[in-house]
């Protein structure tokens, strides 16, 4: 059997322990989903019991609320929470049914019979708490016998309900039983699986592969030691092994054939020594130029004497070649390009000789159109230097005068900026001043009115001294009939008769002092009423301020604002002026270099001319004379120069 197959053999075992371990987890797999989705129909079905519950407790419920209401109208709410109850317990009751298997069927469709009746009978507590009277409710569902028929259907829910609990437990605890057997069965199987896979991989790596290789390693160390008399063992087997031996059998017979044919060669060994010398001495010499050393003794031997003649046959080839070479190139280092290889060659020399020839004759043709070339080229650079010459000195012009109109931009323009900012400070004042005139406005307004209040106190003021003036005067006259009276009772009035003086005295006092103040007042009231005109005045020329102070700021405004919109286009139009002025700045210099590489260009194709000139190329004659050159030839970068030199706006040389 071959390595490969054994290998194989290794890898399909290993395989088939895999395949094993796929199969039994694909097996596992399918039946921890299908206890899975017994275990989640159980859950889903004992929760569906309790939510039964839940609603058959709430339709109780709202029974209640029923039988305590004291009319129909609050019962409606609860009757309808007893109809909407109802129906999501036949809608649960529809959902379950699929769910439930064969041998709980007869239980779930005893709850659904005990549903239906429960469903009619608070359908009517309902309609009764609605459409009759709570209290005909009330008769109808709060008994005995309701009580009893409720216990009874949740006892039958309660029995499905405890049912599907238990096949809950069961399924888990098959699921756990189910899983311990599994997880053993598998770690069984890949433990096996794998003690067999090492086991078999280890006879077959060391009986069969690593020990065979071990000795056939030693028996090629001993060949290779030069002992060919060793065995080599395994030759018989019809693996790779086998094939090894039989090669290593194969090196060691070839090792003795050469054995045998050293001892040949040894003779031949001194002669071709000797004719290496030989070649060796001719090689030196012609590597040092001299090719007319020849090998010139007898071997022999017909293989080596043939193969210095080869040698001798190989020097006068070469010699003449070069030679021939040696001619033409020493005509060309003169500047006669009119020479070219003569003589009959083969192989390279032939190939050289076509080679030379062909660069002879094609250099001719390439000097004479260089020539042509350069000449032209000539021509056109003193063209293409004076047109630079003149670019340079416009373009120089041109950035002299960019920088002083950019110099003076920015002047106008720090000039519009200090306007700009002038004119928002007056606007800014213009503003201050409107809201002054405005708070001035205000306080006259409010003089105006304090004088209005002031002249009408005057006016109420001057009321209350007529009225002390009057009170005076009436004190005065009883003061009078006083001292008429105290004078008929004699002596005995004597005392009044004082008293009624002094008050006659005080009431003289007192109206002197009413006149005076009423004369004040008066006065007072007639300073108000022209204070008051004045303010009313002051208030009618603020106004009249105001208004102008208010178009004032109106036009300030707008020439601020001007100022500012001139302000930033002249700032866009200095960045733009500077833009230029520096890629002027940078034109001038790209055309000043390119002056003075026009000035090199100009140089170097008169020393290019002049060079030329030195090669023959046929007759005797020169470059020049031979193809009948003029130096009158039209310039293609005139034209170039002229529209270069119109750009800048110059004047381009006549012609």
Do not use: C
Request: glycine content about 8%; aromatic content about 4%; overall charge negative.
């Amino acid at each position: 059997m071959k390595i490969g197959s054994k290998i194989y053999a290794i890898v399909g075992l290993m395989g088939l322990v895999a395949v094993a371990i796929g199969g039994m987890a694909g097996y596992t797999i399918t039946q921890y989903n299908q206890r899975l989705d017994a275990l989640e129909n159980a859950a889903e079905r004992a929760h569906k019991g309790e939510r039964l519950n839940r609603y058959v407790t709430a339709v109780v419920m709202e029974s209640r609320g029923i039988y305590a209401s004291p009319t129909t109208e609050e019962a409606t709410p609860f009757a309808e929470g007893i109809m909407r109850f109802l129906d999501q317990i036949d809608e649960l009751l529809a959902e379950w049914r699929p769910m439930v298997d064969a041998e709980g069927l007869a239980a779930f469709d005893a709850v659904v019979a005990r549903a239906a009746e429960f469903r009619g009978f608070r359908t009517e507590t309902a309609r009764l708490g609605r459409e009759v009277d709570p209290a005909s409710a009330n008769a109808q569902g709060n008994n005995q016998e309701n009580r009893a028929n409720r216990r009874a259907y949740q006892g039958e829910i309660d029995a499905v309900v405890e049912r599907d609990q238990q096949r809950l437990a069961d399924i888990k605890a098959d699921i756990e039983t189910f899983q311990s057997r599994m997880a053993l069965l598998i770690g069984a199987v890949v433990v096996f699986g794998l003690m067999a896979g090492a086991g078999v991989a280890a006879y077959i790596g060391t009986a069969q592969l690593s020990r065979p290789i071990r000795r056939l390693t030693e028996t090629m160390k001993t060949l290779a030691d030069g002992h060919l008399d060793a065995d080599v063992p395994f030759a018989g087997r019809k693996d790779e092994i086998g094939e090894m031996a039989a090669a290593v059998e194969v090196f060691k017979q070839n090792g003795i054939k050469v054995r045998e044919l050293n001892a040949q060669e040894a003779a031949l060994q001194a002669k071709s020594a000797d004719l290496q010398t030989s070649i060796a001495e001719v090689v030196s010499s012609a590597v040092r130029g001299n090719f007319e050393r020849r090998i010139t003794k007898d071997y022999d031997d017909a293989d080596l004497n043939r193969f210095a003649a080869s040698v001798n046959e190989l020097v006068t080839s070469v010699d003449s070649g070069i030679a021939e070479v040696r001619r033409v190139v020493a005509s060309l280092a003169e500047g006669d390009l009119t020479q070219a290889m003569e003589g009959s060659f083969q192989g390279a020399f032939a190939e050289l000789q076509q080679n030379v020839n062909t660069t002879m004759s094609t250099l001719r043709t390439a000097l004479r159109e260089v020539r042509i070339t350069s000449d032209t080229i000539g021509s056109n650079t003193v063209e293409l230097r004076s047109a630079a010459d003149d670019l340079s000195r416009r373009t120089e012009q041109q950035a002299a005068s960019l920088e002083e109109t950019s110099a003076a931009l920015d002047e106008i323009t720090a000039t519009v900026r200090e306007s700009t900012e002038r004119a928002q400070e007056a606007s800014r004042m213009v503003d201050e001043a409107r809201r002054s005139t405005e708070q001035s406005t205000k306080v006259v307004a409010e003089a105006v009115s304090a004088m209005s209040r002031i002249e009408q106190a005057s006016g109420e003021i001057g009321q209350i001294i007529s009225l002390i003036d009057e009170i005076a005067f009436q004190t005065n006259l009883l003061a009078l009939n006083a001292g008429v009276e105290a004078a008929r009772a004699g002596e005995a009035g004597r005392g009044f008769a004082v008293v009624a003086q002094e008050v006659r005295e005080l009431a003289q006092r007192s109206a002197t002092a009413a006149k005076d103040i009423k004369d004040l007042i008066t006065k007072s009231g007639e300073e108000v009423s022209t204070g008051v005109r004045l303010v009313t005045a002051t208030g009618e020329a603020l106004d009249t301020i105001q208004n102008h102070v208010v178009h004032i700021n109106e036009h300030v405004h707008s020439i601020a604002s001007a100022a500012g919109e001139q302000s930033t286009g002249l700032s866009e139009i200095n960045t733009a002026m500077n833009q230029m002025d520096q890629v002027t700045q940078r034109n001038a210099a790209m055309v000043e270099e390119t002056t003075a590489a026009t000035h090199r260009l100009s140089a170097e194709s008169s020393n290019l001319t002049k060079l030329i000139s030195r090669f023959k190329v046929e007759g005797g004659t020169g470059v020049r004379e031979a193809d009948g050159y003029s130096a009158s030839v039209p310039s293609p970068a005139h034209a170039l120069g002229r529209r270069v030199a119109g750009a800048f706006g110059g004047v381009v040389a006549a012609e």
